[in-house]
């Protein structure tokens, strides 16, 4: 488990190379990554693809990577939940 000022040093990394690039393509490795989305994978890849990054936030131990597709509110928090 990394700690936390490793976790700031990627943050600081991602707000650098990620906030405000556009999501070019999206790949889903396992069908668990998607559960949660109750359109369904294709729903998913679809909403993220073309998305752009509008910060990189952490929470304790979390990265969370807001996206808006665009003048859009940014997307809900669960599809971009990374740990």
């Given at each position: 488990?990394?700690e936390?000022?490793e976790?700031?040093?990627?943050?600081?990394g991602?707000?650098?190379h990620?906030?405000?690039?556009?999501?070019v393509?999206?790949?889903?490795?396992?069908?668990?990554?998607?559960?949660?989305?109750?359109?369904?994978?294709?729903?998913?890849?679809g909403?993220?693809?073309?998305?752009?990054?509008?910060?990189?936030?952490?929470?304790?131990?979390?990265?969370?990577?807001p996206?808006?597709?665009?003048?859009?509110?940014?997307?809900?928090?669960?599809?971009?939940?990374?740990?």
């Amino acid at each position: 488990m990394p700690e936390l000022p490793e976790v700031e040093v990627v943050r600081r990394g991602l707000v650098d190379h990620l906030v405000g690039r556009s999501v070019v393509t999206v790949e889903v490795l396992h069908p668990r990554a998607a559960r949660r989305h109750a359109a369904g994978e294709a729903d998913l890849i679809g909403q993220i693809t073309g998305a752009t990054v509008e910060s990189a936030q952490r929470r304790g131990k979390f990265l969370w990577l807001p996206l808006a597709r665009g003048g859009a509110p940014p997307m809900p928090r669960s599809w971009c939940t990374w740990a």
